[in-house]
Structures are given as C-alpha cells and as structure tokens.
C-alpha cells in the first residue's frame, strides 16, 4: 500500500501531470464561486478534453477541478448567503450572518480551514478503506437504503425546535415537489399538468439556487443595505481571518467529526451533498455548549459544513472505485471519464491500477492545499464586497442567479423554477418556516421512493423485520421524540428554578427555537424593519 502511494505521488509529479492538475484548479475555483454551474455539469464538459490524455492526467484534472468545487462553492455562500455549489448550502447557515455581522473575514477563514482539514481526512479515509469498503457496502440492500433516508431526514425534521410541526409540513411539501415528473417505477408522469417542462421534475440546482441564494437577494434588496449590517472603517471586516483558522483548531472535534459524517454517508449513494452536510450540521448544533446561536452566526456551524463537503467527495469515490456504483452525482461523471480512459471500476483499480487510483488521493489533498491557498490570497477583496450597498449587488447577483439557474439545464424554465423557489424562500423567512428540511424531502423523496418500491418487491413487507432496518427506523424516531424530552426536562428546571430565574425565561434551551433554514432567520432589529418598509 505505501509503494502504491508513492507510485501515484510520483505520477502526479510529472510535469504534464501537473499542469493538468493546475489547469482542473484553475477552472473548479472560478466554477466554485458561480451559483449554479455545479461541479458535476462542468465535468461532464471538460471529459471531451481528456480523450488523448493518459489515466493519470485524466484524473489529476477532472478530479482536481471537482474537489475544488466543493472548497470554494462556501465563499459566495458565506458571502452573499448565495450557494455556488448545491452541496454548499448549510454553510450559508451560519456563515451568511456572520458576514452580516462584519465577520466575513473570520468566516471565511473557518470555512476554508475546516474545508483543507476535512479534505486531508477525506483522502486518508479513502486511502485506508479502499480494500476493506466492498463487503460492508455489499451487505446493505434497498430496504436499509431506504431506512437510511428516512434518518437523514427525520435528524434534519427534528432540529426546527419547538416548530416541529412546521418542519414536518415543509417536510411533506418538498415530498410533493419531488414526486413531479416521470413516477420511476411505472412511467406514469406525475403532477406535471400537461407540461412537458415537468416531465424531468423540479431541478434541484435552481430550487437551491432560489431557495437559499435568490431568497437573500430579495432580503437584501428590501432591506436597501450592504450584506454586511455593521459599521466598519479600513479593513475591520477581514482581520478575523486568522481567529477563524483558531476557531477550526479550537474547535477540532467539531471538523473531525463532520469529515467522518461525510466520509461514511458519501459512500451511500444518493446520501452525499447536501443531506450527509446538513445532517452533519445537526450533529454540530446538538454537541455544541451553545446551540440556539446557531443559524444566527456561529462559527461551529461554519466549521462543521465545511469539513463534511470536501470530506464527503472522497467517501463517495469509495465505492465508485471497488465496485463502480457512484456516490454521487459528481462520481456518476467520473464513472464515466474512468470508462472513457480504459480503466473498469473493481479488481482492476484496485490491483494493477493501484498506483492511478493512489494518485487520485494525492490530487484531492493537492489541489485542496492550492484552492484554500489562492483563496485565503484573495480574502480581503472577496470580504469587502458585503460592504458595497446591496443596491449596486443586487443587479449582478440577480443576473448571476440567472445564468446558475439556466445554465443548469439550457431551459428557461429553470429560471421560473428559481423565482418562484426565491417567492417561497422569502416568505419561508418572513413567517419563521424552516427550508431546510424542504430541500431535504426534495432530494430524498426521489430515492426513498425508490428504495421502498424495491424492497416491496423483492420481499413484500418482510423487509420490516430486516435488523438493520429496525435499528435504523428506532434512530429515526429517537431524533423526533428527542426535541420533546429536551424541551419538557427545560421546562421542568424552569419551574423548579421559580420565576425569577433566567433559565426561566425565554432564551431557556426549552423555548429556544432552533432553526437551521436561514441565516436571515434572526429577530430582526427596527432599523432593518423600516428598511424593509
């Protein structure tokens, strides 16, 4: 094993090799940064491009301009609230506030750390486990698929607090939005109304898009100031650049953690991206001393999503590399440009074309270093843009979520899709509505749908009393009935407390409403009011 990464090390090394790898940089960190572009269709791109190319070029390009996709999709997050990458939404949770708060230099500085750290713990997983991955995978099958997606949401369901309700409603909602289009297992169009638009269902880039990015423009707009909404002179808003990189070691539990949340779902496919994020988000706000500040500007949130979305990328090569089954949408592309270089997915990867597969692990580590590098060059000037009115924003961010929403898919309905996904993100902030778990039942309904209908017909209902399954299903009722425990032993303390006490108060644990929808979703302050007026 350690000759084979000093194989694929020295492979990377070669000149041409890095070039390439330079060039997959160059192109992931300008497609990072625009909303909606998305790694996986600038993949799809560039595979034409590595036709001439050996294996190990093919992969230090593709592979390098993938990764770092993931990296720098968090900067236009934390700084406008506006995701460049789908997978880049939880970190807009609590990043986008504190940007508002004059900390975007603090932010980013967390973010891109966390992000560097969950990369290097990526690729150690995925060097460590390729050899041992293919079993355990192999011994899970729809009903435990369809289990798992059932844990995803409910953790993301149960962090609306006191608003349960609503997070089951909106849960329920973005069911029916994800059961638009063609029905998978009869072929039957649903809920498409005649509309041929429809048939593919409901692009989950614009809906992201909108719903996160197009909502804050619409606030920004309303509220006729800059992103950020403190008073500043010089350049106050970028010196917390070095606390952030404190905050990522201070907090180093928080990123291990999220790195192996990320690792160990990104190899289930279809549990990547934004559901292993999120729900990695949710384990940071459940372990943390001060939970209610979170989606209000707290740096563990930052961190967490950070680490997960570049460690996630290496856990779902994992099982695209033993066995040919992608992880993810991005690793479905790089199925794809393996084929294309004459490499088969499994034994072959795995002995003769070790040292290739070694050098992938090399590039994820490498390229990382570069991005956060060149990232960290160009703070200051990215900082200083939540200082410009939003008046002057507002027009190129809105052309920017333009083009991300119909460059998705060429079709200018996706453009509709992302305003009416801003209408609904919009009111969701106004009347204190949780997206999150919205998005969520969007992206699972599709693949929950389809685990079910396998496991009913490879068995009937016998799958209920599959172990795993019954494991899996008593997680997911533990996260909905936890919030209740918590809220009624907060309630019992506060009593027992008396009146006068603070924990009695409104901002007890108990009354605290938790809410991981929106940075925006803080008390607004009157000033902001009449600026909405």
């Given at each position: 094993?350690?000759?084979?990464?000093?194989?694929?090390?020295?492979?990377?090394l070669e000149p041409a090799t890095f070039a390439l790898m330079l060039l997959g940089v160059a192109i992931g960190f300008a497609v990072g940064v625009l909303p909606g572009l998305g790694g996986a269709v600038t993949l799809a791109l560039m595979?034409?491009?590595?036709?001439?190319?050996?294996?190990?070029?093919?992969?230090?390009?593709?592979?390098?301009?993938?990764?770092?996709?993931?990296?720098?999709?968090?900067?236009?997050?934390?700084?406008?609230?506006?995701?460049?990458?789908?997978?880049?939404?939880?970190?807009?949770?609590?990043?986008?506030?504190?940007?508002?708060?004059?900390?975007?230099?603090?932010a980013l500085g967390a973010v891109l750390s966390s992000s560097f750290f969950g990369a290097v713990f990526g690729a150690i997983v995925l060097a460590a486990s390729i050899p041992i991955i293919r079993p355990i995978i192999l011994s899970l099958?729809?009903?435990?698929?369809?289990?798992?997606?059932?844990?995803?949401?409910?953790?993301?369901?149960?962090?609306?607090?006191?608003?349960?309700?609503?997070?089951?409603?909106?849960?329920?909602?973005?069911?029916?939005?994800?059961?638009?289009?063609?029905?998978?297992?009869?072929?039957?169009?649903?809920?498409?109304?005649?509309?041929?638009?429809?048939?593919?269902?409901?692009?989950?880039?614009?809906?992201?898009?909108?719903?996160?990015?197009?909502?804050?423009?619409?606030?920004?707009?309303?509220?006729?100031?800059?992103?950020?909404?403190?008073?500043?002179?010089?350049?106050?808003?970028v010196t917390g650049v070095l606390d952030g990189v404190k905050d990522t070691l201070r907090h180093s539990w928080v990123w291990v953690r999220s790195s192996a949340i990320g690792v160990g779902l990104g190899v289930v496919p279809g549990m990547?991206?934004?559901?292993?994020?999120?729900?990695?988000?949710?384990?940071?706000?459940?372990?943390?001393?001060?939970?209610?500040?979170?989606?209000?500007?707290?740096?563990?949130?930052?961190?967490?999503?950070?680490?997960?979305?570049?460690?996630?990328?290496?856990?779902?090569?994992?099982?695209?590399?033993?066995?040919?089954?992608?992880?993810?949408?991005?690793?479905?592309?790089?199925?794809?440009?393996?084929?294309?270089?004459?490499?088969?997915?499994?034994?072959?990867?795995?002995?003769?074309?070790?040292?290739?597969?070694?050098?992938?692990?090399?590039?994820?580590?490498?390229?990382?270093?570069?991005?956060?590098?060149?990232?960290?060059?160009?703070?200051?000037?990215?900082?200083?843009?939540?200082?410009?009115?939003?008046?002057?924003?507002?027009?190129?961010?809105?052309?920017?979520?333009?083009?991300?929403?119909?460059?998705?898919?060429?079709?200018?309905?996706?453009?509709?899709?992302?305003?009416?996904?801003?209408?609904?993100?919009?009111?969701?902030?106004?009347?204190?509505?949780?997206?999150?778990?919205?998005?969520?039942?969007?992206?699972?309904?599709?693949?929950?749908?389809?685990?079910?209908?396998?496991?009913?017909?490879?068995?009937?209902?016998?799958?209920?009393?599959?172990?795993?399954?019954?494991?899996?299903?008593?997680?997911?009722?533990?996260?909905?009935?936890?919030?209740?425990?918590?809220?009624?032993?907060?309630?019992?303390?506060?009593?027992?407390?008396?009146?006068?006490?603070?924990?009695?108060?409104?901002?007890?644990?108990?009354?605290?409403?938790?809410?991981?929808?929106?940075?925006?979703?803080?008390?607004?302050?009157?000033?902001?009011?009449?600026?909405?007026?």
């Open positions: 094993m350690i000759d084979a990464l000093w194989s694929g090390l020295e492979l990377l595979i034409p491009f590595t036709f001439d190319m050996e294996p190990a070029q093919v992969f230090a390009f593709l592979l390098g301009m993938w990764v770092v996709t993931s990296t720098t999709g968090d900067i236009t997050s934390v700084l406008f609230g506006i995701p460049g990458e789908s997978t880049s939404a939880a970190a807009m949770l609590d990043g986008y506030p504190m940007s508002r708060k004059g900390q975007a230099g603090r099958g729809p009903p435990s698929f369809f289990a798992l997606t059932l844990v995803g949401l409910t953790f993301i369901i149960a962090l609306a607090g006191k608003n349960l309700l609503r997070g089951f409603l909106m849960a329920a909602l973005g069911f029916v939005v994800g059961m638009i289009g063609i029905d998978s297992a009869t072929g039957i169009p649903r809920y498409t109304f005649g509309q041929l638009d429809l048939w593919d269902g409901i692009g989950l880039v614009p809906l992201v898009v909108g719903l996160f990015g197009g909502a804050e423009v619409l606030q920004l707009m309303l509220s006729k100031k800059s992103v950020a909404q403190v008073p500043t002179s010089g350049d106050t808003q990547g991206g934004s559901v292993s994020q999120f729900i990695a988000y949710g384990q940071a706000q459940s372990a943390s001393k001060s939970p209610e500040t979170f989606g209000k500007g707290n740096v563990e949130g930052v961190i967490a999503a950070g680490a997960n979305n570049n460690a996630k990328d290496s856990g779902s090569l994992i099982p695209t590399i033993a066995f040919g089954i992608p992880g993810s949408v991005g690793t479905a592309v790089l199925l794809g440009a393996f084929l294309v270089a004459g490499l088969t997915p499994g034994p072959e990867m795995l002995t003769t074309q070790l040292p290739v597969t070694m050098s992938m692990v090399w590039v994820m580590v490498i390229a990382n270093a570069i991005a956060v590098g060149v990232a960290f060059l160009v703070l200051k000037p990215l900082a200083k843009l939540t200082y410009i009115r939003g008046t002057l924003l507002v027009p190129f961010l809105l052309v920017l979520l333009a083009i991300g929403a119909y460059t998705s898919s060429n079709s200018y309905f996706d453009v509709f899709v992302m305003l009416a996904a801003s209408a609904v993100g919009v009111l969701a902030i106004r009347f204190d509505w949780p997206r999150v778990p919205f998005l969520l039942a969007v992206i699972l309904g599709a693949i929950a749908e389809r685990y079910l209908f396998l496991s009913y017909s490879l068995t009937g209902w016998d799958w209920l009393a599959d172990p795993i399954v019954i494991v899996l299903f008593l997680i997911s009722a533990a996260a909905i009935v936890r919030p209740f425990i918590k809220n009624a032993r907060a309630r019992r303390r506060a009593r027992a407390a008396g009146p006068d006490s603070p924990t009695a108060g409104p901002d007890s644990p108990g009354a605290s409403t938790v809410n991981p929808s929106s940075p925006a979703e803080t008390p607004t302050t009157t000033s902001e009011k009449s600026g909405k007026r």
